[in-house]
């Protein structure tokens, strides 16, 4: 009998290390060797082995990663070594002083240094005895943290016990717990589902899901944690020579560490390593405040010692804040080419990013209400690298008692027509068409814009005074534009006149698809524009063809064709044509295909889907790849798409694509199936 319990104490035993080794692999390494369902697998027959023998349950299971009974407080861990937090620097400047500070004590021309991501998470200690996670707690007030192990336990990426071969007496690593930004959108997606609250970002998110007095709440929650240092240690091993050995002990200990870590000397690799990893900011998995340099000899780290509660051998140096509070003035409304409203918050001028932001977008009435945004409010304002400044969420504790509740106007606040909503949409509309000056002041700017008629130096400023000074109604209008016309508008001088009036003369000459892009056809966006002009041959065609010829070509559904049809017949449109054509515009015209000569490419048929960003390639590029071989690209994920390419960073169409099983290819695959189409 006792040797019977004996193996399946071994079996038990070498299911755990095999089932840590993989959780290694997956959430450590993000590379998992075995799939999911084997992994279920082992973990199954764990669990039935701890059923029928519960005596045999180890705390560090990994079947006790799942949370336990929740607790009425946490109790407090007190830190021998203390938990200090870093000075920041903000400017090259402050680095610099750093960096002459720290020579002039080390008595050194050049410091080795290691710099590392500053994770934006929240700070833990977790204390191994005997290679066994014993107890994990916040960083408190650096000397005294709470005891949040039982909700450390269920992240997958601590180990729960360390390697048998490295089981040192005592060792504390120090790290940051945070949550990826992909798991961050994917628990507010299932919050709103769930009708939860939202989390304003991935640290607030972390420090919700950590603080959660029931362990089994964390445990749906997926986090992930970094080490970054170490603090108590009895552990022979633990190499104390340099910062960057250290890490990689920890690393062969299975902590995950940043793999953006880098050695670099003096102050010239130092602010190198802040550009680089500034510009990698957005595409890395999880949110970064700064990076932080620390001295890379231990015992040079010594000789400097630290000034109150801040190390003398490390600083933070901190990227611009993307996010700020600031209050809202008021709510106005924007009018869109295609009259959508978009509400907009008037913000009390803040710092965020970089600059200095007064409007942020409340994208549309929905938002507004599910974040329940007011006039008077003080908000989360966020700003990430190029992106439209947005309110993120609202401090209800500072609500003010006068703050106004907004509603959308039912009239336009540009040209007083009325305002609707259509049934299966989001977005209110106004109905003035090009009547409304801002509808029409968009349609110029896109009629304008890159891919569409490509007329450089025709941006907002001057578009908007040309409409407000009625020189320009219509995009026809643009081709009657006198020097002298020009030149009166504000801050134009006579050189740049003349380069507008070139750059007009030169977009004359263009394509179809172009040409009907830059109508700015409701629904006809650049691929529909490409396939219109592909099929149909010329634009006589297109004005005359019925909703149901229309929806012979593919992609074209009666949505679109109705768009079309309608645009078409509209009397004022037929007009601005006829002009843009008399002025001298024009493009090559040809026979049209017939849909099926597409069949003979290679990925004719064949539909993809973009997420997320490719690094060898701009989205732009990879399209146009995916068309020279006859392929589609299409925005959304649905049972008909045939491929999703997964770039870095995801958005939702990923989960989409994996809820519908379609394939999925990372960059490397989709290279070599362009590469195996090639022609
Ligand atoms: S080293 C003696 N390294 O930043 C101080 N800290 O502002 C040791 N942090 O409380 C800290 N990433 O929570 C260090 N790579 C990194 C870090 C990092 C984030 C946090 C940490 C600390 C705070 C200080």
Known sequence: MCAEIEKIKQQMQSLRTEIE?????????????????????????????EQAHPQLITVDSPTQRVGASPLKEFSQIAHVVAML?????????????????VREVLLSNSVEYMAEPKFDGIAVSLRY?????????????GYVGEDITLNLRTIHSIPLVLPPDHSPLLLEVRGEVLMLKADFLALNERQVRMGEKIFANPRNAAAGSLRQLDSTITATRRLAFFAYGV????????????QSH???????????????????SGVEGLLSYYQSIGSQRENLSYDIDGVVYKVNAVLDQEKLGYVSRAPRFAIAHKFPAQEALTQVLDITVQVGRTGALT??????????????????????IDEITRKDVRIGDTVVVRRAGDVIPEVASVIIEKRLQQAQIFHMPSHCPVCHSHVVRYADEAVFRCTGGLFCPAQRKQAILHFASRRAMDIEGLGE??????????????PADLYKLGLTALANLQRMAQKSANNILQAIEESKHTTLSRFIYALGIRNVGETTAKDLAKYLGSLDRLMTISDVQLQQIPDVGPVVAQSIVNFFAEQHNQEVIEQLRASGIHWEEHEGQSPQSDAIKPLSGKTFVLTGTLSGMSREQAKEKIAMLGGKVSGQVSKKTDYVVVGIDPGSKYDKAVSLAVTLLNEDEFMALLQDHQQ
């Not at 509400?343 to 549309?364: D, E, I, K, W, Y």
């Open 461 to 474: 400023k001057l578009v908007e005074q040309m409409v407000d000074h009625a020189i320009v109604r219509t």
């Open 85 to 101: 937090s870093l000075n920041n620097a903000f400017v090259d400047e402050d680095v610099e002083a750093f960096d002459r500070r």
């Open 231 to 242: 603090g108590e240690f009895d552990d022979p091993d633990l190499p104390r020579d340099k």
């Open 246 to 264: 250290m890490m990689d002990y920890l690393a062969s200990l299975r902590f995950p560490v940043a793999k953006e870590a880098k050695i670099v």
């Open 343 to 364: 509400p907009v918050a008037r913000l009390q001028p803040v710092f965020v990013g970089g600059v200095t932001v007064t409007n942020a977008t409340l994208h549309n």
């Open 129 to 141: 005895e005997k290679g066994i996670f014993k107890a994990g707690a916040t960083r408190g007030d």
């Open 21 to 49: 080794q993989h959780n290694h692999q997956y959430y450590a390494l993000d590379d998992p060797v075995i799939p999911d369902t084997e992994y279920d697998k082992l973990f199954a027959r764990l669990q039935q082995l």
